[in-house]
């Protein structure tokens, strides 16, 4: 039996956790590394790390820009990844 993939659940599910990856996620890691007082963090400001680290490299296509792609879009692969590991198991 095929079972029918209801699209409008997959969508809300992919942009909520691509919005998530593009904007809570970089301050959460930034201000948990200030937290945890990771020198990295606390002599970079957020505005150059948001800058230069995280969005700038999205500007052209080199090893950096692929490398802050998968940062930002962690969120997204780790719960499409514990999906597919329950989906997998349930089954």
Same mark, same amino acid.
């Given at each position: 039996?095929? #079972?029918?993939?209801?699209?409008?659940?997959?969508? @809300?599910?992919?942009?909520?956790? *691509? +919005?998530? $990856?593009?904007? *809570? @996620? !970089? =301050?959460?890691?930034?201000?948990? $590394?200030? /937290? =945890?007082?990771?020198?990295?963090?606390?002599?970079? !400001?957020? %505005?150059?790390?948001?800058?230069? #680290?995280?969005?700038? !490299?999205?500007?052209?296509?080199?090893? %950096? /820009? +692929?490398? /802050? =792609?998968?940062?930002?879009?962690? !969120?997204?692969?780790?719960?499409?990844?514990?999906?597919?590991?329950?989906?997998? *198991? %349930? %089954?």
């Amino acid at each position: 039996m095929i #079972k029918k993939i209801d699209w409008s659940r997959e969508l @809300w599910y992919t942009l909520f956790f *691509v +919005c998530l $990856g593009f904007t *809570v @996620w !970089p =301050l959460m890691i930034y201000y948990l $590394g200030q /937290s =945890l007082n990771v020198s990295y963090f606390l002599d970079l !400001p957020l %505005r150059n790390w948001a800058e230069n #680290k995280v969005y700038g !490299p999205l500007s052209y296509f080199n090893l %950096r /820009s +692929c490398i /802050s =792609l998968t940062l930002l879009l962690s !969120p997204f692969l780790v719960a499409t990844s514990i999906r597919l590991i329950l989906y997998k *198991v %349930r %089954r």
